[in-house]
């Protein structure tokens, strides 16, 4: 099993930053694909950014793309995702997420994730 924890989200005014963590710990030689969910209050659960096994290859929503950015550190076993220029439609739970299969690509959806974190709250106000 993997275990995965979100940290920095938070409240902050439109045009601010924040950088949300996820760390990964338990059977982390197992993780590959890895990426960021976002749900907002009767909304489906939704891809923000998602990053291969070597931090080689990246995808990114439309809607945030110029503003975050994915990283990862495998060393440490944590995904970075660093956000700028908030609007408040960012405001949302934030999912991490992770995939124990192995592949050199980017997971996209939903489905493809086998692990999720429980997700840290941003809140943009205007």
């Known amino acids: 099993q993997v275990q995965l924890v979100e940290s920095g989200g938070g409240l902050v005014q439109a045009g601010g930053s924040l950088r949300l963590s996820c760390a990964a710990s338990?059977?982390?030689?197992?993780?590959?694909?890895m990426g960021w969910f976002r749900q907002a209050p009767g909304e489906e659960r939704e891809l923000v950014a998602a990053?291969?096994?070597?931090?080689?290859?990246?995808s990114y929503a439309d809607f945030v793309k110029g503003r975050f950015t994915i990283s990862r550190e495998s060393a440490k076993n944590t995904v970075y995702l660093q956000m700028n220029t908030l609007k408040p439609e960012d405001t949302a739970v934030y999912y991490c997420?992770?995939?124990?299969?192995?592949?050199?690509?980017?997971?996209?959806?939903?489905?493809?994730?086998?692990?999720w974190g429980q997700g840290t709250q941003v809140t943009v106000t205007s």
């Open positions: 990053i291969n096994y070597s931090g080689t290859r990246t």
């Open positions: 997420a992770a995939g124990d299969h192995w592949t050199s690509s980017v997971y996209t959806t939903k489905g493809q994730y086998d692990y």
């Open positions: 338990g059977r982390t030689g197992s993780v590959y694909a």
